[in-house]
């Protein structure tokens, strides 16, 4: 994340005066006026694609406002805000591994490793389960930002910057750096959301995003969608425009059809846009941006001459900046009956508003339409007294039906059950 940059002031200071004048005589002088000091240089520009460009200026609370680093080393086991988050009655919340840095997108694989990606750090970690006890290995290091990870047939994926590589036989010796193989190349090198959530869906073809280079642009073709290829890399096609950032998205276990989050655009306002769960019905569809925000509002930069009517709108609203991420249906047996097919979404969090909003996971209930039915909190307490002692990126069903939530703010992961165990503190 990028922090505020501020440009040095110089003051110009005025030249002694040298004269062959006695003390006395210099004393009657009249006093020289100060010369004035010069005007101070401009800030240097920021980069392209700065999360601050198009913050208002000369604004005392916007001034405050920017993306919020994590602590620079993963929080200690003992460390971890456990016992101040809170899951319904009947559900438990345990640490599942830590001393992962910058934990972000994950994935199990056919033997039960934990597959971890990172977006800060360009670390690939591995969480082994023998016998009960869990070791976390780092398994490749220097990638650039390995965010997405995704598993099929043994294969691990991996989503970088600008490539798609892939694991063969990833479980069978996670001791020593693992050997990846690019598959797919042809994607933007932008930073600014660049980083990838990815997955394999019905159809047996991996789906890779592309976010807009920046808060709020017009962009090329290759940015603002979602793509999906074969597993080889071959059958590049684009099924998706108007797509700002997502960072996550999963398929209906009833229709198959594709639902993502997406992060609505920032210096609006601190109460609109809302992020966005969309739903794909057919291949093709504009889901707005940057033209038109949440499915009704017409961007005042770029929507002049557009109208939302033209576009798909979203199924539902996660609220105003709140950092919606990684979701998934829930189709396990373990929870009650109310949570199957429910959506669990984890918010990232906000940092472009004054009073933060996310920072949390949601239960999203359905109609039978597709539509959004409910939106209900599963987990909290990962923000406290308006700072975040936490902040949730990705959820992840485990076969045995328990979820795993990871917090990149702390580098950890947490598993999340139901029934007779250890019981976290309750709503």
């Known amino acids: 994340m990028k922090s505020d ?45 700065s999360p601050l460009i198009g913050r208002p ?25 456990t016992a101040k988050l809170k899951v319904p009655p009947g559900f438990n919340i345990e640490v599942y591994a830590s001393g992962i840095a910058n934990a972000r997108s994950l994935v199990e694989g056919d033997k039960g490793t934990v597959f971890v990606g990172s977006r ?17 290995k780092t398994i490749a290091s220097g990638l650039h930002r390995p965010n997405g990870v995704a598993f099929k047939n043994g294969t ?36 600014a959301h660049g980083w990838k959530f990815i997955a394999i869906g019905p159809d047996n073809k991996l789906y890779i995003p592309v976010g807009q280079p920046g808060n709020n642009v017009l962009h090329s073709d290759e940015h603002g969608l979602i793509r999906r290829i074969n597993l080889d890399g071959s059958g590049n096609e684009v099924i998706a425009r108007g797509v700002r950032n997502t960072v996550g998205f999963d398929w ?60 798909t709108a979203p199924v539902g609203l996660l609220g105003p900046h709140s950092a ?61 007294d308006n700072k975040y002692i936490g902040r949730p990126v990705d959820v992840m069903q485990m076969k045995d039906g328990s979820l795993l939530v990871s917090d990149d703010y702390n580098g950890a992961v947490y598993r999340i059950t139901y029934g007779k165990q250890k019981v976290a503190d309750k709503k």
Not at 17 to 23: D, E, S
Not at 57 to 66: F, G, I, R
């Open 252 to 311: 209906n276990p009833e229709n198959k059809q594709l639902y993502f989050t997406d992060n609505g655009r920032d210096w609006m306002s601190e109460d609109v846009p809302e992020d966005e769960l969309n739903r794909i019905t057919k291949v093709g569809e504009h889901f707005g941006a940057p033209y038109c925000l949440q499915g009704n509002i017409v961007d005042p930069e770029f929507g002049w001459g557009k109208s939302c009517s033209d576009y």
């Open 156 to 191: 691990l994926y991996v989503a970088e910057l600008s490539k798609i590589s892939k694991v063969e036989k990833a479980e069978d010796n996670l001791d020593s750096p693992v050997k990846l193989t690019t598959i797919f190349d042809k994607l933007p090198k932008d930073e």
């Open 5 to 49: 940059l501020f440009a040095p002031r110089s003051l110009w200071l005025a030249g002694a005066f040298l004269g062959a004048f006695t003390l006395g005589a210099a004393a009657q002088q009249p006093a020289a006026s100060p010369s004035p000091s010069a005007a101070p240089p401009a800030a240097a520009p920021l980069p392209p694609g």
């Open 57 to 81: 200026a000369d604004n005392e609370a916007a001034a405050k406002l920017a993306p919020i680093a994590p602590p620079p080393i993963p929080a200690a086991a003992d460390k971890l805000p």
């Open 324 to 384: 919606a991420l990684g979701m998934r249906f829930y189709t396990g047996k373990m929870f009650p009956a109310a949570y199957k097919n429910a959506i669990i979404v984890a918010r990232h969090g906000s940092w472009n508003r004054t009073k933060k909003v996310g920072g949390d996971v949601l239960l999203v209930k359905l109609n039978k339409d597709g539509t959004v039915k409910s939106t209900e909190p599963f987990i909290t307490g990962f923000v406290e």
């Open 120 to 136: 800060l750090v360009g670390n690939l970690y591995a969480i082994t389960n023998k016998d009960g006890k869990r070791t976390v």
